[in-house]
C-alpha cells in the first residue's frame, strides 16, 4: 500500500475517532479520539499504518502549547507538593 493511501486511511479513522468522542460527550476528543481509534482500529485492519513522524511531531506541539495554555497560578498552587515529584520523576525517567 503507498503511503498517501495509509496517511488517507488514518486520517479517516482519526477523524471519525473525533466524531465518536464528540457525540459520546468524552473528554478531550480531538485528542483522544484519534488515539483510540487508530489503536483499536490496527487490531482490525491489516495493512501497516503510516504516518510521518515530522506531521506526528508537529500535532504533538500542537497538543502541548494547547494543554500547556490552560496551566495558570492557580492550577500550580492547587498541585502543591505534586509539582517536586513530577519535577523527580521527569529528571529520573529523561
Same mark, same amino acid.
Do not use: E
Given at each position: 500500500?503507498?503511503?498517501?493511501?495509509?496517511?488517507? +486511511?488514518? /486520517?479517516?479513522?482519526? #477523524? &471519525?475517532?473525533?466524531? &465518536? %468522542? @464528540? =457525540?459520546?460527550?468524552? !473528554?478531550? !476528543? $480531538? &485528542?483522544?479520539? !484519534? +488515539?483510540?481509534?487508530?489503536?483499536?482500529?490496527?487490531? %482490525?485492519?491489516?495493512?501497516?499504518?503510516? $504516518? !510521518?513522524?515530522? /506531521?506526528? @511531531?508537529?500535532? #504533538?506541539?500542537?497538543?502541548?502549547?494547547? =494543554? *500547556?495554555?490552560? %496551566?495558570? #497560578?492557580?492550577?500550580?498552587?492547587?498541585? *502543591? $507538593? &505534586? +509539582? *517536586? +515529584?513530577? /519535577?523527580? /520523576? @521527569?529528571?529520573?525517567?529523561?
Amino acid at each position: 500500500m503507498h503511503k498517501i493511501q495509509s496517511m488517507g +486511511i488514518v /486520517l479517516v479513522i482519526s #477523524l &471519525l475517532g473525533v466524531y &465518536l %468522542f @464528540n =457525540i459520546l460527550h468524552l !473528554p478531550v !476528543p $480531538w &485528542l483522544l479520539g !484519534p +488515539i483510540f481509534t487508530v489503536l483499536i482500529s490496527q487490531f %482490525f485492519i491489516k495493512t501497516h499504518l503510516y $504516518w !510521518p513522524s515530522t /506531521l506526528r @511531531n508537529f500535532g #504533538l506541539i500542537i497538543v502541548g502549547i494547547t =494543554i *500547556g495554555q490552560s %496551566f495558570q #497560578l492557580p492550577v500550580f498552587s492547587g498541585m *502543591g $507538593w &505534586l +509539582i *517536586g +515529584i513530577m /519535577l523527580l /520523576l @521527569n529528571i529520573m525517567i529523561h
